[in-house]
């Protein structure tokens, strides 16, 4: 048994996980650069549009909450939110971010079905592909988010930076284990991706990105807040108000109590917990891929 | 010589669900499970077969036979339900050409996109990429978006990059009858260079005539079972009869 060209017999289709990942980084960047090249393809303004509609819902939803509704203080509603407009865009990026990866990642299985019946690739890629496009779609957003920050005389220390950074992986890991494990379900049950579109539109508004977390503690009670803070979207959230809207502020407002010592770490185990999960539902689900498609 | 590829007592059983959503399988278990959801048929049953590095293997057989089954639990994309697979080395497939092509992308990009979907590092297309582009005669096209490519310019680039791929073991299905004469002619020599360097290939294919000039063993499949195993020319025949 001695030939020089091989190695060792292997399995052939046995995936190893996140593991795949790290060897097929380069097959990684291609399929992310082939959905940015992608994505806008044959339109006039091109990687724009990723300002534009943020821009836009942000306008829709300032005007409608913020004015319409009185969330915004002013000198005839003294209760408002000061600086609402910031505190409102610093949750709708990250929401936007959460729901455009989840969203992607959950169709993506069945989208590259083509791919995945006739050759084999670690299919853990597509999914994180799809959260990997999100994050950079999620950057101009940023950007426009700092520059509105910076008009209203933001002054962030370090520990609020590093609070965002907290934020945005939270989200980015609960998005990568929901999409791996609605991504898996979804090829055999296409339901799968309208239960993904309704718990988006729930996840918007079960965290405090238009209202303030104290209404929502009012009405509540401490048992229930509880549970409306173990939100690992809540607690991305409330980071990202930490991190681009207080410092905007006077210092006045209130922050969610133990939000450092208790909900942040809360937050980031049931992110791992929800990837881990996800991961291994998609291992036992990968299997017969090819044949459900 | 060592084996390339070790099939034991692989069986399948394909499951033909009817349906894709929650409600009609919960309306199925409310009215007592009454009725079929799922019709089940065995696409392979009980298939071994040992396959020597170098050898070249044609898989022949009928539509249905269970000839594309085979090659995809070879190549990874189908696991068995019993039994077991291994392979040596690095496996790839020309399985149904241009499966990773992204019609809006151009030529030089899907060349990138598919040979890192076949398993090659930028390193090497990096290397391969002028040979790629110089075997499939695509020339001056070769950054125009493939959506505006000919039928026979499409399949000509994606040939050129999965034979660029340089695997030890090259699976074939039933590509080679597309393609214009004279190309057709240079990705057979292609082929048959590749098998003299000591690749071991497997082939489905259903023109005859060209399986048994590239390969040397013929399996015949029938309703997932082997048939025969053995020289090509009595595959062949037993086929043809």
Known sequence: ?293 | MASAIEVSNVSKEFVLRHTRSIKEAVVWLVKGRKGDLSKKFHALKDVSLMVETGETVALLGLNGSGKSTLLKHISGVMLPDSGSVYTRGRVAGLIEVGAGFHPDLSGRDNVYLNGAILGMTEKQINERFDAIVEFSEIGEFIDTEVKFYSSGMYLRLAFSVAVHTDPEVFLIDEILAVGDEPFQRKCIAKIQELAEKGKTLVVVSHDLDLVSRICARGVLLEHGNVMFDGPISEAVTRLRN
Not at chain 1, 193 to 202: A, K, R
Not at chain 1, 220 to 227: H, M, Q
Request: hydrophobic share 50%.
């Open chain 1, 1 to 293: 048994m001695t030939t020089t060209i091989s190695g060792e017999l292997t399995r052939p289709g046995l995936g190893g996980g996140f593991r795949d990942l790290r060897q097929s980084s380069f097959l990684l960047k291609l399929l992310v650069r082939k959905e940015l090249k992608v994505r806008y393809r044959g339109s006039v303004l091109g990687l724009l549009w990723s300002y534009v509609k943020p821009g836009v819902q942000f306008v829709v939803f300032y005007v409608a909450l913020g004015v319409f509704m009185g969330l915004e203080r002013s000198a005839r509603n003294p209760d408002g939110l000061s600086n609402y407009a910031v505190y409102l865009f610093s949750g709708i990026v990250l929401i936007n971010f959460f729901s455009e990866a989840l969203g992607n990642s959950a169709r993506s299985i069945v989208n590259n079905g083509n791919l995945i019946k006739k050759i084999y690739l670690p299919r853990e890629l597509f999914p994180v592909a799809s959260v990997w496009v999100s994050a950079v779609h999620f950057f101009p957003q940023l950007v426009v988010l700092v520059i509105g920050c910076l008009f209203a005389g933001w002054h962030p220390d370090m520990f609020q930076l590093l609070a965002a950074v907290g934020g945005f992986a939270i989200v980015g890991f609960l998005a990568t284990g929901l999409g791996l494990l609605f991504g898996a379900a979804n090829v055999y049950f296409r339901d799968s991706e309208n239960l993904v579109d309704m718990l988006l539109m729930v996840a918007t508004w079960a965290s405090p990105v238009m209202y303030s977390w104290t209404m929502v503690q009012a009405k509540l009670g401490p048992v229930f807040f509880a549970i409306y803070q173990a939100n690992p979207i809540t607690v991305g959230v409330e980071l990202f108000h930490y991190a681009f809207w207080y410092p905007t502020t006077d210092g006045s407002a209130a922050m969610p109590p133990n939000l450092f010592s208790l909900w942040l770490p809360i937050g980031l185990v049931i992110s791992l917990v929800v990837l881990v999960l996800g991961q291994l539902t998609f291992r036992r689900l990968e299997g017969r891929f090819a044949q459900e498609l």
